[in-house]
Structures are given as C-alpha cells and as structure tokens.
C-alpha cells in the first residue's frame, strides 16, 4: 500500500494517519491518542501503525509516499503494534 510510515510504525511521527470512512474502532492506544492530541487531530485522522484490522474498514490514507515524493515509506513496520498497546476509548 502507497502509504508513509517515517518513524517505523511506532506511533512517532504521524505520517502514517488515516481517515476512517467506515468502520472506525471504538478503541485506540494511549500512544495514538497522545500523539493526536499534541497534533490537534484528534478527531480528524487515526494512526494506521496503531489500529488493529478486526472487521471491515474503509480509509482514505492522508500521505502516501508517491504524493510526497520520498524515496521510500520509512522504516519495515514491526508485526506487532509498538510500543507495546494500552487500549483506551475513543474519546469522541
């Protein structure tokens, strides 16, 4: 997927956000909800590096690689949510 990943996928930079379309989860890691709220996006975008795939989902990716012109994505994502998730409501 054409899609940025700079810090590796560990909730870090932020370049890999997304919009939902359909089927947002209710939860999120206090590493992505921390990293919104400095941004102010909280509302607007989700972290992809910090979402679990459990049911159908519908995104529009805010940065891809091709649209920024980098040379590459980032770093290869860890198989794992890092750091290691503490999951918390969506506070919206």
């Given at each position: 997927m054409d899609i940025m990943h700079q810090c590796g996928s560990y909730g870090h930079c932020?370049?890999?956000?997304?919009?939902?379309l359909e089927g947002e989860p209710?939860?999120?890691t206090e590493a992505?909800?921390?990293?919104?709220?400095?941004?102010?996006l909280l509302e607007t975008a989700r972290l992809s590096c910090q979402v679990l795939v459990e049911d159908d989902m519908?995104?529009?990716?805010?940065?891809?690689?091709s649209g920024?012109?980098?040379?590459?994505?980032?770093?290869?994502?860890?198989?794992e949510i890092t750091p290691e998730p503490v999951w918390v409501e969506r506070p919206y």
């Amino acid at each position: 997927m054409d899609i940025m990943h700079q810090c590796g996928s560990y909730g870090h930079c932020a370049t890999c956000r997304v919009e939902f379309l359909e089927g947002e989860p209710e939860e999120m890691t206090e590493a992505e909800q921390m990293l919104l709220e400095m941004r102010d996006l909280l509302e607007t975008a989700r972290l992809s590096c910090q979402v679990l795939v459990e049911d159908d989902m519908k995104v529009r990716v805010m940065y891809t690689v091709s649209g920024t012109g980098a040379k590459d994505p980032g770093g290869k994502p860890e198989e794992e949510i890092t750091p290691e998730p503490v999951w918390v409501e969506r506070p919206y």
